[in-house]
T-cell receptor
């Protein structure tokens, strides 16, 4: 089944403890992206990648890192999480490296709580 | 920055009625996409309309696009309780490769 898989689904952590949220897609998509969703703010893009070793900042990149060493994986790294990073996170992918030429496929989400 | 703005923020209707949601945007676009999100779940792509198209249909969904007014509408006909969800428009700008979203419309269909 074609899908985007995120792990973990839920995560509670403490301020300052480094964490990684993994994202993997099995569709050979070139484009991958991370969003966060907060009440009243909608979905905001954190980082995106147009292909292997090509990443770029979205609208809210502060406090996050990403890497794209392989086509299928696009992990989101929080080096020193803070409570304002408590949010619902989504990974998404798209066939074309040019981005939104077709519909995106979204993962099921990771609900992160930083205390 | 967020480019899509959905209206209304919330909509409550009875089963069988039609639901119309609107999206306005600010810049030139390649295409506009509508997505559905069930509570706390990932977004699901519904339909894409390109900048040179004016109307598109998919099952009970009808999407229109007016580039002169920088707006789009999503019509769900003969709504069902299972249509209850949040609906988002995604804006693909001509200036880049990203897809940006607004805050969405929360649709409630009462049985």
């Amino acid at each position: 089944e074609a899908q985007v898989t995120q792990n973990p689904r839920y995560l509670i952590t403490v301020t300052g403890k480094k964490l990684t949220v993994t994202c993997s897609q099995n569709m050979n998509h070139e484009y991958m992206s991370w969003y966060r969703q907060d009440p009243g703010l909608g979905l905001r893009q954190i980082y995106y990648s147009m292909n292997v070793e090509v990443t770029d900042k979205g609208d809210v990149p502060e406090g996050y890192k990403v890497s794209r060493k392989e086509k299928r994986n696009f992990p989101l790294i929080l080096e020193s999480p803070s409570p304002n990073q408590t949010s619902l996170y989504f990974c998404a992918s798209n066939l074309s490296g040019q981005g939104a030429s077709a519909g995106y496929t979204f993962g099921s989400g990771t609900r992160l709580t930083v205390v | 920055s967020q480019q899509g703005e959905e209206d209304p923020q919330a909509l409550s209707i009875q089963e069988g009625e039609n639901a119309t949601m609107n999206c306005s945007y600010k810049t030139s676009i390649n295409n506009l996409q509508w997505y559905r999100q069930n509570s706390g779940r990932g977004l699901v792509h519904l339909i894409l309309i390109r900048s040179n198209e004016r109307e598109k249909h998919s099952g009970r969904l009808r999407v229109t696009l007016d580039t002169s007014k920088k707006s789009s509408s999503l019509l769900i006909t003969a709504s069902r309780a299972a249509d209850t969800a949040s609906y988002f428009c995604g804006i693909s700008e001509t200036s880049g490769s990203r897809l940006t979203f607004g805050e969405g419309t929360q649709l409630t269909v009462n049985p």
